[in-house]
């Protein structure tokens, strides 16, 4: 796998601290070599990323919201990991929820902001199993959530 500091930098990213938790639930779990990350929603650098694709979000701008996703994904990773990428084998699989008016039906090209954003970063160490699911509402409002599961040394 590659250097995912290094990577990041050359990207022009940087992981925001890993969020805590918005209720009674723990933010990762791990369990033998697998890490469970909890949804991470999608929060920009000045607030959280609200709406609902197919109303008032294109896709494009609900792919920057699921690359937010991504970006909180991997900021739990290095915090499970206590830093030390080396353990980080792969995604295995992202769970994403995109908030959806009626009829809209392109949730995987809002989701593939984070799928893509995996692979740059990860190589293909970052390709997965996915599902994406249109849902009429998430939690304050927010535009698109994505939990993750990883395969961890």
Same mark, same amino acid.
């Given at each position: ?24 639930? %723990?933010? &990762? ?29 294109? %896709? ?36 994403? &929820? ?50 993750? @599961?990883?395969? @961890?040394?």
């Amino acid at each position: 796998m590659t250097d995912i500091d290094a990577r990041l930098a050359e990207l022009g990213l940087t992981l925001p601290d890993a969020p805590a938790p918005a209720a009674n639930y %723990v933010p &990762f779990v791990i369990s033998g070599q697998m890490l469970y990350v909890s949804g991470q929603v999608s929060n920009g650098p000045d607030n959280m990323i609200c709406g609902r694709l197919g109303a008032d979000m294109d %896709v494009a701008a609900g792919a920057e919201a699921a690359k937010t996703c991504a970006l909180s994904l991997l900021a739990q990773v290095r915090a499970a990991l206590g830093g030390d990428w080396g353990r980080l084998k792969r995604v295995v699989k992202l769970t994403a &929820f995109v908030a959806s008016a009626e009829g809209f039906g392109d949730q995987p090209k809002v989701v593939n902001g984070a799928s893509d954003l995996l692979v740059e970063v990860l190589g293909d160490s970052g390709r997965h199993a996915r599902s994406a699911v249109g849902v009429a509402a998430l939690p304050r409002g927010v535009a698109v959530e994505i939990e993750g @599961i990883f395969e @961890i040394a």
